[in-house]
């Protein structure tokens, strides 16, 4: 079975094939909103379904598993994450809507970025305007999705199911926002920020938004919040928002719109698509899992907490008695450096002190790195474990439970055979 | 509504099935008469084969490590035919028809919920991502298939990743 690239003419093909089957099959592949589904035709069947199509692909990434392919949404397998800085390839992409063709044309005609609402001079900025009226700034960020983890949850939440990968650090470059909104002047009125961007609403309603969030303007004044137009030395990809995007590190990446055209600076908390509801926001209590939480009672999801990741090895390899086995991966959190990595190979009994790096900024991961050796043959497993600057350590079980399954950072586990 | 009615008695005679191979549309009871045909000759060729003496096979070998962590990543796949992750069981066409035109339907096979959450579910894409309006018994349809085939997993096929997973629980995330 051959793979199905999601960004190809094949998936057109798919929907080609779907176009000579049934009519209500066909209307739904076009993505029309044709109310059909009272009258869907029996025995008209489609056809050319039965194919699964293989394992989905996205051209450019790499070691990547796509968990949806519309919107786009791909988590990197945990070991493709060892770089010290994450290729282009290999970051994790979590579309919301339907990408706006800019970005795949890479063209900037007609494209600028707006700063308006509580300023005292509205910006209409190109591409030019940025990177000449404003001083250059580079910095290696985490981007880590609010819901990574989500699959660890029980009872299941909703939203795209991550386990471990929706998690990168990637060298970035632009400007800082607080030295355009400077520009602008922000007012004592100003509350918080609102992207908007260029993606479409999956439905193609344009009066509606796939996504539209952002931060409390004292964040968005924080030295290490960016504009960005470079990834890893390369102009941002399609998939990660071209032109332009925002990165509000330490943050549920979905703070850091893509595709971005317009900073509304507001004099309430945002309320565009997403900020609402129960989008992005956690219980402002402890809940019994499974607990229906009213709307009122969910708080919007700051800081993202402590946690690290294990690159090497693969869960699962045998190892020898005799040899020590190297461990390695990250660790990060949204509240500042990691103080502490540990590693405990007796189910959490006793544990050993990893070496740990220095972030080469705030808000860039940091390495770990351990050897380990085992008493006697037999099945063992990794246990990795970062603490944060306050004290804080990952759980070794899911943290509470919440609706959405945000903010899972329990310790992640590996499998070793040692003989 | 009468072709609501018309819908609902044809769905009672005829199951549609979707063609693995494409080209034709196969109404389920002459598909049935087919499986019928293939799961006797089955059967026969499995009496011959259950009539050789057993006692040549070797031992089963105990599972390795490696073995056993495979068999519990593909467990959860099962034998019938899926598209893009969804099982292409009864009531699959409804889900094609009604929720595939906006979003993938590898977004719903990820999902394993409750009716209740599924019907939840429903209710959030009607008020906010443009789902026209259900009928209630296209509502129970789709909920029907959701329910069957996207329900909560069990503890043994809860999670499956692409990597070995530790044996030890509890931490289902692997």
């Avoid at chain 1, 071209?242 to 549920?252: A, D, K, Q, S, V």
């Avoid at chain 2, 084969?49 to 105990?62: C, G």
Wanted: with cysteine.
């Amino acid at each position: 079975m051959s793979d199905e690239n999601i960004l190809s003419e094949s998936a057109t093909d798919r929907r080609g094939f779907l176009r000579g089957a049934g009519l209500a099959a066909v209307s739904a592949a076009l993505g029309a909103p044709i109310p059909f589904g009272e009258h869907f035709p029996d025995g008209l069947v489609p056809v050319a379904l039965g194919q699964d199509g293989g394992v989905p692909t996205i051209p450019g990434k790499d070691g990547v598993r796509v968990l949806n392919d519309r919107p786009i949404n791909a988590e990197t397998v945990v070991t493709e994450l060892d770089d010290d800085f994450t290729p282009n390839a290999k970051h994790f992409v979590r579309n919301n809507g339907i990408m706006p063709d800019r970005a795949n044309t890479g063209s900037l005609d007609g494209w600028s970025l707006t700063i308006d609402g509580e300023v005292k001079k509205s910006l209409t900025l190109s591409m030019d305007d940025l990177e000449s009226q404003f001083k250059r700034h580079e910095a290696a960020l985490v981007i880590e999705c609010g819901g990574n983890g989500r699959a660890g949850y029980n009872p299941p939440a909703k939203g795209n199911q991550w386990t471990l990968g929706a998690v990168g650090c990637s060298r970035y470059a632009g400007v800082r926002l607080r030295d355009v909104l400077k520009s602008a002047g922000v007012k004592d009125s100003a509350v918080y920020i609102g992207y908007e961007s260029e993606d479409l609403h999956l439905s193609r309603d344009p009066s509606k938004k796939p996504i539209s969030r952002g931060v409390p303007i004292a964040k968005a004044m924080d030295e290490h919040t960016m504009l960005v137009w470079e990834m890893n030395g390369e102009p941002l990809p399609a998939l990660h928002g071209f032109p332009l995007r925002l990165i509000c590190p330490g943050w549920p990446g979905s703070t850091g719109g893509k595709w971005l055209k317009r900073i509304w600076v507001r004099d309430q908390v945002h309320d565009g698509a997403k900020m609402t509801g129960t989008s992005y926001r956690v219980p402002r209590y402890p809940v019994a899992p499974g607990t229906d939480v009213p709307e009122e009672d969910m708080e919007i999801i700051e800081e993202m907490p402590v946690k690290s990741i294990i690159t090497r090895p693969a869960s699962g390899i045998v190892t020898k008695l005799s040899e020590q086995l190297a461990l390695r991966g990250h660790a990060w959190s949204g509240f500042g450096d990691v103080k502490a990595m540990h590693v405990s190979v007796d189910f959490g009994q006793t544990w050993t002190k990893a070496r740990l790096r220095k972030p080469v900024n705030p808000y860039a991961w940091q390495r770990w790195t351990a050897s380990v050796s085992f008493p006697k043959k037999g099945y063992y497993e990794v246990w990795a474990r970062a603490t944060d600057k306050q004290g804080r350590m990952q759980p070794m079980l899911v943290p509470g439970w919440n609706p959405k399954g945000y903010l899972n950072n329990a310790m992640q586990r590996i499998a070793v055979k040692v003989v | 509504m009468n072709t609501e009615t018309e819908h609902r008695t044809g769905l009672g005679s005829a199951t549609p099935f979707l063609h693995p191979w494409g080209g034709l549309a196969i109404r389920g009871d002459i598909l049935r008469v087919g499986v019928v045909a293939i799961a006797l000759l089955l059967q026969v060729c499995g009496a011959a084969a259950a009539d050789k003496p057993a006692a040549s096979q070797p031992a089963a070998a105990p599972k390795t490590f490696e073995q056993a962590n495979k068999e519990a990543a593909n467990k959860s796949k099962a034998a019938v035919q899926t598209f893009m992750g969804l099982k292409q069981t009864p009531g699959f066409e409804y889900v094609l028809a009604n929720c595939i035109g906006c979003h993938s339907p590898r977004l719903i096979a990820q999902h394993h919920l409750s009716r209740k959450r599924w019907e939840e579910t429903l209710v959030t894409m009607n008020k906010k991502h443009g789902l026209w309006k259900l009928s209630p018994d296209m509502k129970k349809r789709i909920l029907d298939y959701l329910a069957e085939n996207q329900g909560p997993l069990g503890d043994q096929e809860f999670k499956e990743t692409p990597w070995a997973q530790p044996l030890y629980r509890p931490n289902p995330l692997w």
